[in-house]
């Protein structure tokens, strides 16, 4: 391929592995001799059947996921699971616990307090979501219908590296839309884990949510079907048109993560990224600056500032010279994000860490 691609550091929907994008791009006009693209086959079809059981087993196998989980390939993104959950898992009348550490797990909790009671069990907020709270810290209800909390929170750049401890008993929910399968996960200690695609595992427009199949059965009769876990789970995700085509490009990225060695190897790989990045801040004397404190230090989004908002407009105009693309930082951040994903090559990460050099010996 010929094509010039760019350096690309955008948060979601972001960089997509370059064999993928061949691929689908040589499967495009005739998916496996059937004459049609992905897009134009039935999602009854035996083809798209394949393509939904494969991307199923090999995510059960990349993640090894208990047979006690059902694997669901959903729409409406991670905000519609931020409603979802509390009205499949929140019994009339009970409390939810939020652990809030950046503006995803804000969303979430203020989503659950649309339909129902929830508490906040710890809020970074006041320190701008710059660190994360000790499992000390967690002001932890033990009726509490579940505990949430967000893995990775993109905007800000802080990761958890262990999980919080819930109550015995409280099943863990957690938001692993910019961190799946970025790293191994055990999913056993949690009841529901979601995804949307777009960062790490695909285009946009499909959700995946592994759910521990006991929850199911706190569902309440009364919600609409497409919002229901029970009826999408009985129908094997096929309960309406799925989205075809985020689903096929998901699969593929699923092999692609496979044949590159799963996810110790990626592991492996997004830390030597992130430790170049994180490496080339600290050893700036200061130019430049980490959000993060060092110990909630995020593999994914790494977020920093310059000196001044005036050095941080023309980093971003000069990066983007150099076909560096969404190196800017969220608004109520400001300064720099570098989304560092799956599929962003240690060449970009190198290409960056060389051209803050350069900015920093210019400007500094
Ligand atoms: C951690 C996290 N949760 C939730 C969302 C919302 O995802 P969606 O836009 O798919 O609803 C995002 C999007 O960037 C995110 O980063």
């Known amino acids: 391929m010929s094509a010039k691609r760019a350096f690309n550091f955008n948060a979601g929907p972001a960089a997509l592995p370059l064999e993928v994008l061949q691929q689908a791009q040589a499967e495009l006009l005739d998916y496996k001799g059937t004459g049609m693209s992905v897009m134009e086959i039935s999602h009854r079809s035996k083809e798209f059947e394949a393509i939904l059981q494969e991307a199923e087993a090999d995510l059960r196998d990349l993640l090894q996921i208990p047979a006690n989980y059902k694997v669901l390939f959903l729409q409406g993104g991670a905000t519609l699971q931020f409603a979802m959950i509390p009205m499949n898992l929140r019994p009339a009348g009970g409390s939810a616990d939020y652990i809030v550490t950046g503006a995803w797990g804000k969303k979430a909790f203020k989503e659950a307090r649309l339909t129902g009671t929830a508490r906040a069990a710890a809020t970074t907020e006041a320190d701008h979501f710059n660190r994360l709270p000790a499992q000390t810290e967690l002001d932890l209800d033990p009726q509490a219908a579940y505990l949430h909390f967000t893995a990775n929170e993109t905007i800000h750049g802080v990761e958890f590296s262990a999980q919080p401890e819930p109550p015995a008993g409280v099943p863990l929910v957690c938001d692993v839309s910019s961190d799946f399968i970025s790293r191994p996960l055990d999913v056993s200690p949690y009841g529901l884990l979601y995804a949307g695609a777009q960062k790490n595992a695909g285009p946009a427009g499909v959700v995946v949510t592994m759910i521990r199949e006991d929850l199911l059965e706190r569902v309440p009769e009364n919600l609409p079907s497409l919002l229901n876990y029970k009826a999408l789970a009985a129908e094997g995700s096929l309960l309406n048109t799925p989205p075809c085509w985020s689903i096929y490009i998901v699969g593929l990225v699923f092999k692609w993560v496979k044949g590159l060695g ?40 790494v977020t920093f500032r310059l000196p001044s908002e005036e050095l941080e407009a023309a980093f971003v105009a000069e990066a983007k010279k150099q076909a560096m693309i969404g190196v800017k930082g969220h608004r109520s951040v400001g300064g720099m994000r570098a989304s560092i994903y799956n599929a962003v090559d240690l060449p970009a990460v190198e290409a960056l860490v060389a051209f803050m050099k350069d900015f920093q010996s210019k400007n500094g």
Request: net charge positive.
């Open 262 to 301: 799963g996810l110790q190897a990626m592991e492996k790989r997004n830390r030597a990224k992130a430790d170049r990045i994180y490496k080339a801040i600290d050893e700036s004397g200061g130019f430049y600056r980490g959000h993060a404190a060092p110990e909630a230090r995020s593999l994914m989004n």
